[in-house]
T-cell receptor
Framework: EPEVTQTPSHQVTQMGQEVILRCVPI?????FYWYRQILGQKVEFLVS????????KSEIFDDQFSVERPDGSNFTLKIRSTKLEDSAMYFC?????????????FGPGTRLTVL | RKEVEQDPGPFNVPEGATVAFNCTYS??????FFWYRQDCRKEPKLLMS???SGNEDGRFTAQLNRASQYISLLIRDSKLSDSATYLC??????????FGDGTTLTVKP
């Protein structure tokens, strides 16, 4: 069964450094998402992406964040200058147009630790 | 008021019990509704979509009441493996997904 993959599984970085989290969505999917979950808290929507542009973003997704689909398979989340409070699990998700409609399939997540 | 509000839980039930989770949402423009389950430190996995006509998948039944902006999940004959956090998720047409805080279920032998 096709699945969403994410790399790395765990990223440790120093405050102020840039990080890029990578996701490979399911191959025929067209909508892509990033979420984050701070330990012990709820899953929070960051951004949705369709047709090579952001379709919706939350208040969390400020100028420090950006997304890209550089090559038709990868979908990346960049945090320009990490802060301690960016430490969280980051989940990528994707969905297709047909079949199960709005169902989003989640990747296993990248745990980001900012020191 | 939270956009998606769930029973705070936790729910601790014996095996074989029936348990019901409730969820309300505030955005009347919401278009689609889901229950996901999340195991500790894992990604959310789709449990079922929720339709106005109600839908059932084995021991799980989901209901949606658009007028009341209310969603429910019923689990019958609970198993140890049902222990998880259950997430109510509401999508707008613009592609934004809002998660509830989750309700934790522990099924005990």
């Amino acid at each position: 069964e096709p699945e969403v993959t994410q790399t790395p599984s765990h990223q440790v970085t120093q405050m102020g450094q840039e990080v890029i989290l990578r996701c490979v969505p399911i191959s025929n999917h067209l909508y892509f998402y990033w979420y984050r979950q701070i330990l012990g808290q709820k899953v929070e929507f960051l951004v949705s992406f369709y047709n090579n542009e952001i379709s919706e973003k939350s208040e969390i997704f400020d100028d420090q964040f950006s997304v890209e689909r550089p090559d038709g398979s990868n979908f990346t989340l960049k945090i320009r200058s990490t802060k301690l409070e960016d430490s969280a699990m980051y989940f990528c998700a994707s969905r297709g147009l047909a079949g199960r409609g709005d169902t989003q399939y989640f990747g296993p997540g990248t745990r980001l630790t900012v020191l | 008021r939270k956009e998606v509000e769930q029973d705070p839980g936790p729910f601790n039930v014996p095996e074989g019990a029936t348990v019901a989770f409730n969820c309300t949402y505030s955005n009347s423009a919401s278009q689609s509704f889901f229950w996901y389950r999340q195991d500790c430190r894992k990604e959310p996995k789709l449990l079922m979509s929720v339709y106005s006509s109600g839908n059932e998948d084995g021991r799980f039944t989901a209901q949606l009441n658009r007028a009341s902006q209310y969603i429910s999940l019923l689990i019958r004959d609970s198993k140890l493996s049902d222990s998880a956090t259950y997430l109510c998720v509401v999508n707008t047409n613009a592609g934004k997904s809002t998660f509830g805080d989750g309700t934790t279920l522990t099924v005990k032998p």
